[in-house]
């Protein structure tokens, strides 16, 4: 429910709603909504708590009530006003992927609502103006004169030039806010090396570095319901209490010495965030998009030693020895919804969901447990799923494994390459000054900067010539669409499967186009395999090739309106994944495509995302890595093995991580060993015979 009209200015220019809601920030009582028809910028005077919403019309609520107190009409389009200034203090919506330029020539239009003015005014220069008003921040993101990254400066008031610069690789979300004398940078985003960095005011020397494993947080990034995006005038870091405070990119809470850098606590009660977490009195007040709450500033710190956590977790004990399981599930599920970091929760968890045949739970609740406990090993992993290993890196993992004589490398977006000895399984770790978002080549590792420009940081001596994908040639072979295929080589040429089923061959310097006879084929691709001649894949199902390389016959035919998305074989038989309705389908087919052998339905859960992204012959039978790691026998009989994250809560990670790409990775077996990277953080190490139940 609302109260009062719409906050409307008549523009015209949005359709959806946007609702404004006031709360006690002590008791958390609602005390008003109202609602504007689009994206409308909201600023708190301080001194009243009066809010102001504004685009072209700008409304005075009342704090207590939402009542509209005053009424005034700023400029419109072009010359709408940008910024409030309340209380002389500026109040300016940064735009959606960046910080505001700081060209000193900048003005911005706002609008003083103590003066009643509109007018054009240096804004930045007093938000980053240093408390002792001597010193001011200028902040870059961007391309730099060839560089990429963020470049803060300072420069006495009343001087031109800088004094000192601060270079970083990320770019920055988050204005850097003054502590003391000094600056607090909160640099990254979710994806790439963040760090909180605290830099003398004077000389812009780090006096300590905090690295944020999962990224930091950007505000604003997490879309609304309807459509819009909330404000983005907000930081991710910021002083609670006697900590410094900085949001992490899943959302976690660090609080940080803020004289030394050191991690006082860590706590994960949300993944979103519409505001930075402030104190009021003894509690921390967190505003996200699942809602408002205040959590006791004591039990985020660890410092109580005993709190209604640990009251649930008795319960959920009781409970389970009194029969009723179900129940004591379900309240560890509400402990754990409102505080993931707790590990004897998921050590029960664990516990019940065994007692409850939850096996992908139990993963789930097991493996959150290793993470937060800092173990590597469990012994019901290891009898149930043959888990030898998982190896914790606390960052995001993108780049494919890759592997170089008796060593795994893993990458990581905090910019660290681990070295894992496949037989001993020791790792060796090196800190790059980028995110290592790939792995080209056990040659290289690349880092990635904003911008998308990758520059070599670190290399080793063998060379991987299979990292090589581009196929050089003429104009007439470069020349693709959307819809053409990968090129491969076979037999000393190139081939490039094109949309439609016809397909190119680069012969030296000549260039042949084949059209297939078949009816159309929207997307194909060829596939090689040293069991038997080439295949094409793709729309429709598989395809015999002839000598060109180009469709003649469909050899497996999928359901209607599905595809094949991957392709293996091995001497005798075929896998194939392809879809049924919104579900991924694994077939193991007979290799000439005279009968289909089983099938087998992987992942459901996360089907609607990726059922897989790679799959391979492995062991008798087929490996499928994506949504989760499964093998399939290629016989009729036989179990299969499938590990990955249950419906609960799994790697902790929001919406954003799970959405970007497949949880697990490209798998490499090395020495009777299954090494798979997982989006959580870790690469977990198998042992193959268990995995094929040999």
């Excluded at 700008?58 to 107190?69: Q, R, Y």
């Excluded at 956590?309 to 179900?326: F, I, M, P």
């Excluded at 993470?371 to 799923?385: C, K, N, V």
Aim: aromatic share 8%.
């Amino acid at each position: 429910p609302v109260v009062g009209p719409v906050l409307d200015d008549r523009t015209g220019v949005y359709d959806f709603d946007t609702l404004v809601t006031g709360f006690d920030a002590t008791t958390g009582k609602r005390l008003w909504t109202r609602r504007t028809p689009g994206h409308f910028e909201v600023a708190i005077d301080d001194r009243t708590d009066a809010v102001y919403v504004w685009r072209e019309r700008l409304f005075k609520l009342n704090p207590a009530t939402g009542a509209t107190e005053a009424e005034v009409a700023l400029p419109g389009h072009p010359r709408r006003v940008e910024a409030l200034l309340v209380a002389g203090r500026p109040y300016y919506p940064r735009p959606r992927h960046h910080l505001p330029d700081d060209d000193p020539q900048a003005r911005v239009s706002s609008y003083d609502v103590d003066g009643g003015r509109v007018a054009d005014r240096d804004l930045l220069t007093p938000a980053r103006l240093s408390p002792d008003e001597r010193r001011v921040v200028a902040v870059k993101v961007g391309t730099l004169a060839g560089w990429n990254g963020t470049r803060i400066t300072a420069r006495l008031f009343a001087v031109k030039e800088p004094d000192w610069t601060f270079e970083h690789p990320s770019p920055a979300f988050n204005e850097p806010v003054w502590v003391g004398d000094d600056l607090v940078a909160l640099l990254g985003d979710f994806h790439h090396r963040a760090e909180v960095v605290r830099v003398g005011g004077a000389d812009g020397k780090p006096r300590w570095r905090f690295a944020l494993p999962r990224g930091a947080y950007n505000p604003g990034r997490d879309q609304l319901r309807g459509g819009a995006y909330p404000a983005r005038s907000w930081d991710a870091v910021g002083m609670c209490g006697e900590h410094l405070l900085a949001l992490g990119g899943e959302g976690g809470l660090y609080f940080l010495d803020p004289a030394t850098g050191k991690l006082a606590a860590k706590a994960s009660p949300v993944t979103t965030h519409l505001a930075l977490p402030r104190l009021v009195g003894d509690a921390v007040v967190i505003c996200s998009l699942d809602g408002i709450r205040a959590v006791p500033r004591d039990v985020l710190l660890r410092r109580r030693a005993a709190d209604e956590g640990d009251y649930a977790v008795l319960r959920a004990r009781c409970l389970h020895a009194l029969g009723k399981t179900g129940e004591a599930i379900a309240e560890l599920d509400a402990l754990t919804d409102l505080d993931p970091d707790r590990p004897e929760a998921w050590a029960l968890k664990a516990d019940l969901f065994r007692a409850h045949d939850r096996p992908l739970d139990e993963v789930t609740a097991r493996c959150r447990h290793l993470e937060l406990t800092g173990r590597d090993t469990s012994p019901e992993l290891r009898a149930r799923w043959g888990l030898v290993k998982r190896i914790a890196t606390g960052n995001e993992m993108l780049a494919d494994l890759r592997a170089a004589g008796d060593a795994v490398y893993a990458g990581t977006s905090g910019g660290w390459v681990l070295k894992i000895d496949a037989r001993t399984l020791a790792v060796e770790r090196t800190e790059h000054p980028d995110s290592v978002l790939q792995l080209t080549s056990v040659e290289w590792v690349k880092g990635q900067f904003t911008g998308f420009n990758w520059r070599d940081v670190s290399g080793w001596t063998d060379a991987d010539p299979k990292a090589k994908a581009a196929v050089p040639g003429p104009p007439a072979w470069t020349a693709i669409t959307g819809a053409d295929g990968t090129p491969v080589r076979w037999n000393g040429k190139a081939y490039r499967p094109l949309g439609g089923g016809g397909v190119r061959v680069l012969d030296g310097d000549v260039v042949r186009e084949f059209k297939t006879a078949l009816p159309p084929i929207e997307r194909w691709q060829i596939h090689l395999s040293p069991w038997g001649p080439p295949l094409g894949y793709g729309s429709g199902g598989v395809y015999e090739l002839d000598a060109d390389l180009c469709p003649v016959r469909k050899l497996i035919a999928v359901a209607a309106g599905a595809g094949v998305a991957r392709l293996a074989g091995d001497a005798k038989t075929l896998g194939v994944l392809t879809s049924r309705g919104p579900l991924p389908v694994l077939q193991v087919w007979a290799r000439d495509g005279t009968g289909m052998v089983r099938e087998e339905t992987p992942c459901p859960r996360a089907a609607t995302r990726y059922g897989g992204d790679y799959l391979a012959a492995v062991g008798g039978g087929y490996l499928l890595a994506g949504g989760e790691v499964v093998w399939v026998p290629a016989a009729a009989g036989g179990g299969v093995w499938r590990f990955g994250f249950g419906d609960v809560p799994g790697p902790g990670l929001p919406e954003l991580y799970t959405a970007a790409a497949p949880l697990f990775g490209r798998p490499l077996v090395r020495d009777d060993l299954v090494f798979v990277r997982c989006r959580d953080g870790a690469v977990y190490v198998f042992d193959l015979a268990a995995v094929t139940g040999r």
